[in-house]
């Protein structure tokens, strides 16, 4: 992980630390008031309830529980390797730290940066801190390592038990200079972090409920009034609209897609909302419409296509993370998208 991307903007920041650097770097609120199939899986308890139910989960499971302090030394031993794998621009080596899309991404950030003649960013994050939620029965155990660095960036970084040991399937970064901390996670007694299920209640809409709608609002180039505006929100939908509306003019279509992909993790915060942790794998296509006018791609995306110039059709796929808050029910407070992680995986065209 090493540049922040602004969502499939073409609009890149270097983000400078001392570690893996990720890159790229939500009104009205009743939970029926979200979009979502319902589950059958049983609801999420009351703040209380989601301890004890947890304590006790763990208390029947023969499995033994991840100490925060086991955690911190399974989060620097992926800190090394990680910078070491990106130091020597090593994509095989990324295979033992990371898994699933992330591994695809940081991939794709040593190709990309292959072929623009660079390095991507290596080194550690300093301050990290750990947040374990409880083990549960037939689930894989996981954690959240956390690093903020005032006027430089927030780094969240999701990490779960694999069949081939420990590696990071999330991440998340805001790297403007007024980037804030995370909202305080909840935790029980013996300071472990209460975890919540994808379809938790007692939300302004569920974890899964909340993916939908971003999602959806990012493929239609329509902001959605829950959200707070931003980047990663608001921003982004408007600026599709206005690439739609220079495309048309210049004779071109485009069409947007957002998928989510891979599992939502979630934690509790104190205030009894929740912060979740999930992926999705976009796509945008331009075709034209009549003959004459030529598009290139930006960013990532144009060094990908060598900064080429189509005239038929042009297409980009990314990888996309995102950290984002979900208030409890009944506040009036929006849900925030906190960071992204943002990486072009692919690009063709004629």
Do not use: C
């Not at 890149?12 to 319902?38: C, F, K, M």
């Not at 801190?129 to 690093?147: E, K, M, N, Q, Y």
């Not at 993916?211 to 599709?240: C, I, M, N, Y």
């Amino acid at each position: 992980m090493a540049v922040a991307t602004l969502a499939g903007l073409g609009v890149a920041v270097l983000v400078t630390r001392e570690g893996n650097t990720p890159p790229s770097s939500p009104p009205q609120h009743a939970a029926a008031g979200w979009d979502g199939a319902a589950s059958s899986a049983p609801p999420t308890p009351s703040p209380s309830g989601s301890k004890r139910s947890t304590a006790k989960a763990a208390a029947k499971s023969a499995s033994p529980q991840l100490t925060v302090k086991k955690a911190g030394e399974i989060f620097d031993r992926y800190q090394h390797g990680m910078s070491s794998a990106q130091a020597g621009m090593d994509e095989d080596a990324i295979g033992k730290q990371e898994q699933g899309l992330a591994m695809e991404m940081t991939k794709a950030s040593i190709s990309t940066a292959r072929m623009e003649g660079t390095k991507v960013a290596s080194g550690m994050w300093p301050n990290t801190r750990v947040w374990v939620p409880r083990h549960i029965d037939g689930l894989a155990d996981w954690f959240v390592a956390v690093s903020y660095e005032p006027e430089v960036a927030r780094i969240s970084s999701l990490m779960t038990t694999t069949g081939s040991g420990w590696r990071l399937v999330a991440a998340a970064a805001d790297a403007r200079v007024n980037a804030a901390e995370l909202p305080a996670i909840a935790t029980d007694s013996a300071g472990y972090a209460v975890s919540l299920p994808e379809n938790a209640s007692g939300l302004v809409g569920s974890p899964r409920q909340i993916v939908r709608a971003h999602l959806a609002s990012l493929e239609k180039a329509q902001p959605d009034q829950r959200f707070a505006q931003g980047r990663w929100t608001s921003e982004a939908a408007l600026f599709w609209q206005r690439e739609r509306e220079q495309l048309v003019q210049a004779g071109w279509g485009i069409a947007l897609s957002y998928e989510p992909e891979g599992a939502i993790h979630s934690l509790q915060t104190a205030d009894g909302g929740a912060l979740i942790w999930y992926a999705a794998r976009s796509a945008e296509t331009r075709t034209a419409r009549r003959l004459g006018a030529k598009v290139s791609l930006k960013g990532a995306a144009a060094v990908r296509t060598s900064h080429k110039a189509f005239s038929r059709w042009v297409s980009a796929t990314y990888g996309r993370m995102y950290a984002t808050y979900v208030p409890p029910a009944g506040s009036t407070d929006p849900v925030r998208v906190l960071g992204e992680w943002s990486e072009v995986l692919e690009t063709d065209g004629a």
